[in-house]
């Protein structure tokens, strides 16, 4: 969140990093000062400013302002990530939440809650690995956040130790489909053979539609037919035998005729 003040040393306008940001010029100076006190800043000095709100509260047009952040980064002073539009003045967390003596917060301390916190809480953006590595021991920061990772997605989820996130919905449906195609071949083998006709198959091969096994060699589009019609319910009966016998004869003819013949010729 946004500070009610910032600390700027005296020492910044004599130091080396001063008089270098100085020998850029007055743009890169005034930039320097702006990203150390935007009211957008945070403790961490890494946070989302677009380069048009630094143009409006410095009054720098914005192509000047670019070659001034560009000037700034050759200083290792702060960094701009144009993708998230988010700064990153590296020393400034040093100067905002340590004191002048202080190296590291002491591992008790209150405020590595609320660092852990508002780093955890960064939008995904280009400087989040180089933060860790800079403060990781001087704040007691545990985990590392990927600079370019989302926060939610796999790689991310699985640098915290959380369980890996669900098989995508194409691939469940792939395995479907093999698991179908594994059925398909382990199905029986007494299906009539490519070409050949329900009518024929019945009568060559796999036994009177009478009989026990008839029913089962039939091609399964012709029994769902006959099983539509409670007058063709017969067929499971000895009676039926003749008349089916005299339907399949008159299919003999044509080799090929299917259930789709037969329906009709049924109805």
């Not at 003040?5 to 004599?14: D, K, L, N, Q």
């Not at 993708?83 to 590296?90: D, L, M």
């Not at 920061?141 to 600079?147: A, K, M, N, V």
């Not at 091609?219 to 039926?240: F, G, I, Y």
């Amino acid at each position: 969140m946004p500070r009610d003040y910032s600390r700027v040393a005296p020492g910044f306008w004599t130091g080396p990093t001063g008089r270098a940001i100085r020998a850029l010029g007055q743009d890169a100076l005034l930039v320097a000062l702006h990203l150390m006190t935007s009211p957008h800043a945070t403790m961490l000095g890494l946070y989302y400013v677009p380069e048009a709100y630094i143009a409006h509260e410095t009054g720098i047009p914005v192509a000047r302002v670019r070659k001034a952040l560009e000037g700034l980064a050759g200083l290792d002073f702060a960094h701009y990530d144009p993708a998230s539009e988010h700064v990153w003045v590296v020393e400034m967390a040093q100067y905002q939440i340590l004191e002048p003596d202080e190296v590291a917060l002491k591992p008790g301390d209150n405020r590595i809650k609320g660092i852990r916190k508002a780093y955890a809480a960064l939008p995904t953006n280009a400087h989040l690995g180089r933060f860790f590595d800079r403060y990781a021991e001087a704040f007691h920061l545990e985990i590392r956040r990927d600079s370019e990772a989302t926060p939610g997605s796999p790689s991310e989820g699985a640098s915290k130790g959380l369980p890996a996130q669900a098989k995508p919905l194409r691939s469940q449906e792939q395995e479907q489909e093999q698991e179908q195609d594994q059925e398909q071949e382990r199905a029986p083998r007494d299906a009539p053979p490519s070409g050949a006709s329900p009518a024929s198959a019945a009568r060559n091969g796999h036994g009177r539609v009478g009989g026990s096994t008839a029913s089962a060699a039939l091609d399964p589009d012709l029994m769902a037919v006959l099983a539509e019609c409670p007058h063709l319910q017969l067929v499971a009966t000895p009676a039926s035998a003749a008349f089916w016998e005299s339907v399949f004869a008159a299919c003999e003819p044509y080799p090929l005729a299917d259930h789709r013949w037969l329906t009709a010729k049924i109805r």
